[in-house]
T-cell receptor, first 111, second 112 residues
Framework: AQKVTQAQTEISVVEKEDVTLDCVYE???????LFWYKQPPSGELVFLIR??????QNEISGRYSWNFQKSTSSFNFTITASQVVDSAVYFC????????FGKGTMLLVSP | GAGVSQSPRYKVAKRGQDVALRCDPISGHVSLFWYQQALGQGPEFLTYFQNEAQLDKSGLPSDRFFAERPEGSVSTLKIQRTQQEDSAVYLC??????????FGDGTRLSIL
């Protein structure tokens, strides 16, 4: 069984601020994937990143970066210089084939 | 289009009616998944197909829920004798083997 905890229900920032979304996961599997998906107000789920449980290397993609730490079972997501278009619900997800979603963090970026 | 297509986008039904939700996966994607997303919650897994075989249906909440994918492409999620607690967004996703899932826009089901 897997469990994903996103303790932050809602975060509000002003444009250009940096923001970090926290994620803690639980799993008994030795091989698993971790993901982040974005769900803007329009409703579609947009894939952002997938990390393999064996690869703890952090990743940066433009303004996005991810910090995977197996020792603390965390997979945090940072947006640098946030923009209004980043406003959405962000889901941390774990799984290998079927996915287990956290409850999501709603990010509101105001001008 | 190149994405996962779901229809209808919105469905309103009276309690007790049967409903059928359709999913057209991305062409060539062998894996297909159904999720249920209640308001303000994350999606929850319902069932999973690999080609036409239903490999996991452990997430289906009751025997009123039934899914099929007879030719390994289009899938239908059927809910019989709908109840108010079935109101949710139903999401379909598809993927190539060992690749990330791509989601459709979902069907918003409202049971009156």
């Amino acid at each position: 069984a897997q469990k994903v905890t996103q303790a932050q229900t809602e975060i509000s920032v002003v444009e250009k601020e940096d923001v970090t979304l926290d994620c803690v996961y639980e799993t008994r599997d030795t091989t698993y994937y971790l993901f982040w998906y974005k769900q803007p107000p329009s409703g579609e789920l947009v894939f952002l990143i997938r990390r393999n449980s064996f690869d703890e290397q952090n990743e940066i993609s433009g303004r996005y970066s991810w910090n995977f730490q197996k020792s603390t079972s965390s997979f945090n997501f940072t947006i640098t210089a946030s923009q209004v278009v980043d406003s959405a619900v962000y889901f941390c997800v774990s799984g290998y084939s079927t996915l287990t979603f956290g409850k999501g963090t709603m990010l509101l970026v105001s001008p | 289009g190149a994405g996962v297509s779901q229809s209808p986008r919105y469905k309103v039904a009276k309690r007790g009616q049967d409903v059928a939700l359709r999913c057209d996966p991305i062409s060539g994607h062998v894996s297909l998944f159904w999720y249920q997303q209640a308001l303000g919650q994350g999606p929850e897994f319902l069932t999973y197909f690999q080609n036409e075989a239903q490999l996991d249906k452990s997430g289906l909440p009751s025997d009123r829920f039934f899914a099929e994918r007879p030719e390994g492409s289009v899938s239908t999620l059927k809910i019989q004798r709908t109840q108010q607690e079935d109101s949710a967004v139903y999401l379909c996703a598809s993927s190539l083997p060992n690749q990330p899932q791509h989601f459709g826009d979902g069907t918003r089901l409202s049971i009156l």
